[in-house]
T-cell receptor
Framework: ETGVTQTPRHLVMGMTNKKSLKCEQH?????MYWYKQSAKKPLELMFV???????ENNSVPSRFSPECPNSSHLFLHLHTLQPEDSALYLC???????????????FGNGTRLTVT | GQNIDQPTEMTATEGAIVQINCTYQ??????LFWYQQHAGEAPTFLSY??LDGLEEKGRFSSFLSRSKGYSYLLLKELQMKDSASYLC??????????WGAGTKLIIKP
């Protein structure tokens, strides 16, 4: 299997639920990212990990909690979300974090999250 | 503030040529990307420009003018499968990737 794989593809959760999004990359990349994509809005960077270390937290509410156990896996733990958090959550990876070599992002197909 | 502007939606005819424009205002500049995103799928990398001029890749070409803060993506011999959103993104001086909201391209037979 190649590329960036995200599971689940779709998720419906209530505001009191706890769930996790999973991302796995098979490209040997060192940097991984979480993005939020809402309709007709630019991609919003949430978190960046480089060599498993978090290098960016873009003022994301604490109800989103990332975890990066190794360079190939990235999780986004969700709890007590709000309806406005409904969006497409995209995981991406790159060979190096931007500026340290620079390379395009490779995205997964995303998780379509609906908070009810 | 930093900003990327691109048209929200464009329509073109199969077999024709279409140009999708992107203007950027960023603090510094370290290159500009174009991505294609089909509905329900991952954005996929199309091109990267860091120097002025035209880069051609098959039916797709990307142009950059740094002095004008302007880029365009040119799609030739349009096919129905080119119906997608096209995302423009620019690296600023801190290598923060600034994204446009995307241009939805509709191809009609």
């Amino acid at each position: 299997e190649t590329g960036v794989t995200q599971t689940p593809r779709h998720l419906v959760m209530g505001m009191t639920n706890k769930k996790s999004l999973k991302c796995e990359q098979h490209l040997g990349h060192n940097a991984m990212y979480w993005y939020k994509q809402s309709a007709k809005k630019p991609l919003e960077l949430m978190f960046v990990y480089n060599f498993k270390e978090q290098t960016e937290n873009n003022s994301v509410p604490s109800r989103f909690s990332p975890e990066c156990p190794n360079s190939s896996h990235l999780f986004l733990h969700l709890h007590t979300l709000q309806p406005e958090d409904s969006a497409l959550y995209l995981c991406a990876s790159s060979q190096e974090e931007a500026g340290l070599g620079g390379s395009p992002l490779h995205f997964g197909n995303g998780t379509r999250l609906t908070v009810t | 503030g930093q900003n990327i502007d691109q048209p929200t939606e464009m329509t073109a005819t199969e077999g024709a040529i279409v140009q999708i424009n992107c203007t950027y205002q960023t603090s510094g500049f370290n290159g500009l990307f174009w991505y294609q995103q089909h509905a329900g799928e991952a954005p996929t990398f199309l091109s990267y420009n860091v120097l002025d001029g035209l880069e051609e890749k098959g039916r797709f070409s990307s142009f950059l003018s740094r002095s004008k803060g302007y880029s365009y993506l040119l799609l030739k011999e349009l096919q129905m499968k080119d119906s997608a959103s096209y995302l423009c993104a620019s690296w600023d001086s801190n290598y923060q990737l600034i994204w446009g909201a995307g241009t939805k391209l509709i191809i009609k037979p």
